[in-house]
Nanobody, 117 residues
């Protein structure tokens, strides 16, 4: 069973940047349709960015123009570059499948992102 490990979170001031990484424990075609979700305290988990068919990318309206998703298939890794971070971006970020919906067994520990001065 493939596992995914998220990393790269931290504490940054408003306007700062972070790059998150999500690495699969083994080579998997699923990396082609992975994405990033986040869950803030007291809120439902939401899709932030992801890959769909043909390498197309999708973004939540709240992060368009600020976040960029990318991947390195050879490294079994998906990245999320986050710029111009806002306090509202504070959440635990997880990676999971986008096309076809998330897979229960893919949820990892996530990585905490805190945007605060």
């Amino acid at each position: 069973q493939v596992q995914f490990v998220e990393s790269g979170g931290g504490l940054v001031p408003p306007g700062g940047s972070l790059r998150l990484s999500c690495t699969a424990s083994k080579s998997t075609a699923g990396i082609l349709v992975m994405g990033w979700y986040r869950q803030a305290p007291g809120k439902r988990r939401e899709l932030v960015a992801g890959f769909t068919t043909g390498g197309r990318t999708i973004y939540a309206d709240s992060v368009k123009g600020r976040f960029a998703i990318s991947r390195d298939v050879a490294k079994n890794t998906v990245y999320l570059q986050m710029n111009s971070l806002e306090p509202e971006d504070t959440a635990v970020y997880y990676c999971n499948r986008v096309l076809g919906g998330p897979v229960d067994d893919y949820w990892g520990q996530g990585t905490q992102v805190t945007v605060s001065s």
